[in-house]
């Protein structure tokens, strides 16, 4: 029944390990969206994929690797955890603007990711 | 470039008293303006949207927005606060990317609301 659906909800782990986030929306909608949220809470967007294309990232190192299986589906990999990875990482997905639709972005419930 | 302000890093009021939490944004166009609520460990939801038409804007939960293009703000207010509206509050700014295909939010650094009783 839920919308935006993130895993794991929290992932601890340590330096130099490899993690994977899974999100998954049942919305229907062509466009998905990884975000961070610091330790001070500013959400900042990392990618945007629209129909499994990306298309947009945000000078993010190349450490995080996204994947879109499907319009539904957005993976974040991310290699070699550093300390200051260490985040909320939110999902998010969205209808295109226009068209009757203001384009508002869905928010999953977010993965806490702390590297010790 | 396009950015959001949320002067007030911090709010209390007490239970039953009125709300306004201060938005204000820089955009060249005309933009989508966005208010969200984050609740302690969870997600962000929608409260309200401004997307042309009637300035001031009904969202969920008793909240209200008004747009001010000359000021460039987009206030939120409530008349009577309720304990469980403590949260987080953030405020974003919409930019069309890609003929619409995207809608990247740039958001303000949100203002923590906390509720005496």
């Known amino acids: 029944d839920t919308a935006v659906s993130q895993t794991p909800k929290y992932l601890v782990t340590q330096m130099g390990n490899d993690k994977s986030i899974k999100c998954e929306q049942n919305?229907?909608?062509?466009?998905m969206y990884w975000y961070k949220q610091d330790s001070k809470k500013f959400l900042k967007i990392m990618f945007s994929?629209?129909?499994?294309?990306?298309?947009i990232n945000e000078t993010v190192p190349n450490r995080f690797s996204p994947k879109s299986p499907d319009k539904a589906h957005l993976n974040l990999h991310i290699n070699s955890l550093e300390l200051g990875d260490s985040a909320v990482y939110f999902c998010?997905?969205?209808?295109?603007?226009?068209?009757?639709?203001?384009?508002?972005?869905?928010f999953g419930e977010g993965s806490r990711l702390t590297v010790l | 470039a396009q950015s959001v302000t949320q002067p007030d890093i911090h709010i209390t009021v007490s239970e039953g008293a009125s709300l306004e939490l201060r938005c204000n944004y820089s955009y060249g166009a005309t933009p989508y303006l966005f208010w969200y609520v984050q609740s302690p460990g969870q997600g962000l939801q929608l409260l309200l949207k401004y997307f042309s038409g009637d300035t001031l804007v009904q969202g969920i939960k008793g909240f209200e927005a008004e747009f001010k293009r000359s000021q460039s703000s987009f206030n939120l207010r409530k008349p009577s606060v309720h304990w469980s509206d403590a949260a987080e509050y953030f405020c974003a700014v919409g930019k069309r990317d890609y003929g619409g295909a995207t809608n990247k939010l740039i958001f303000g650094t949100g203002t923590l609301l906390a509720v005496q009783p």
């Open positions: 994929y629209n129909n499994k294309e990306l298309i």
């Open positions: 919305l229907g909608h062509d466009t």
């Open positions: 998010a997905s969205s209808h295109p603007s226009g068209q009757g639709s203001t384009g508002e972005l869905f």
